[in-house]
């Protein structure tokens, strides 16, 4: 475990050595907190509901970001060769990347926390909703990075492993929509495959263990299939 936790910390410091995660962060804060105050002033509610909503959706376009150089670039420049003959196993290769990832969301998010504060300052907001709608786009974000690492165990190229993660989130966003216009099996076979439909209860404030475990099984599969591609190409 020590380990992962020496690359998770190697991968979040390159984060922040680099003008990336600072722009990223930016981005996100600017684009938060222009829908936050447009709803906010809008509907006079001091609920974070779509706010929440519209952070996953800017998620969206985020993670593919911040993991597409995750693997990719140290296959192109030939740091994975390094790492891979070190005394660790592609498992922790994976998860210390994965955390690392993780742990820069958990930054984004905390960023974001004048939100709830200036609803409980000027109204009287449950705070239930908030705490689940927080810990939803936490498992949300987190599965867009594991499709992230997915995609860049697949490629040697940044810029392909980005498109590849984009259009699989794109893929699963959709799948909500399609849900709609299905046939009633259909239907609820895509609904249960959505991302943001599990997402939907949390932000209503509504814990489900299903939901949870959704979240954490497509997690699993992902990176299962992120050591998967690492060790594949050990036999190239």
Not at 50 to 72: D, E, Q, Y
Not at 73 to 81: A, V
Not at 192 to 198: A, K, V
Request: hydrophobic letters at 55%; charged letters at 15%; glycine letters at 8%.
């Amino acid at each position: 475990m020590t380990r992962v936790a020496l690359i998770a910390y190697r991968d979040l410091k390159s984060y922040f050595s680099s003008w990336m995660a600072y722009l990223v962060i930016a981005g996100f804060l600017a684009i938060s907190g222009f829908i936050f105050y447009v709803i906010l002033t809008g509907s006079r509610q001091a609920d974070m509901r779509w706010s929440l909503h519209n952070m996953a959706v800017t998620l969206l376009f985020v993670c593919p970001l911040l993991t597409m150089r995750l693997l990719a670039e140290e296959r192109r420049s030939g740091t994975m060769e390094l790492l891979l003959t070190s005394p660790v196993t592609d498992l922790q290769v994976i998860l210390g990347k994965f955390l690392a990832a993780v742990g820069l969301l958990a930054v984004i998010l905390a960023a974001t926390i004048h939100f709830p504060l200036i609803l409980v300052q000027y109204g009287s907001p449950d705070p239930g909703p908030m705490m689940s709608g927080y810990l939803g786009l936490l498992l949300v974000g987190a599965s867009f990075m594991a499709v992230g690492v997915l995609a860049s165990s697949l490629t040697e190229s940044q810029v392909v492993a980005g498109f590849l993660s984009f259009g699989a989130l794109l893929v699963l966003w959709i799948i909500g929509w399609a849900a709609e216009q299905a046939a009633s099996g259909v239907g609820e076979v895509l609904r249960q495959l959505s991302i943001l439909n599990h997402f939907d209860d949390l932000a209503k404030g509504v814990i489900d263990t299903k939901d949870i475990i959704f979240y954490l099984s497509f997690i699993a599969v992902c990176l299962f299939g992120a050591v998967r591609a690492l060790e594949s190409r050990k036999w190239r």
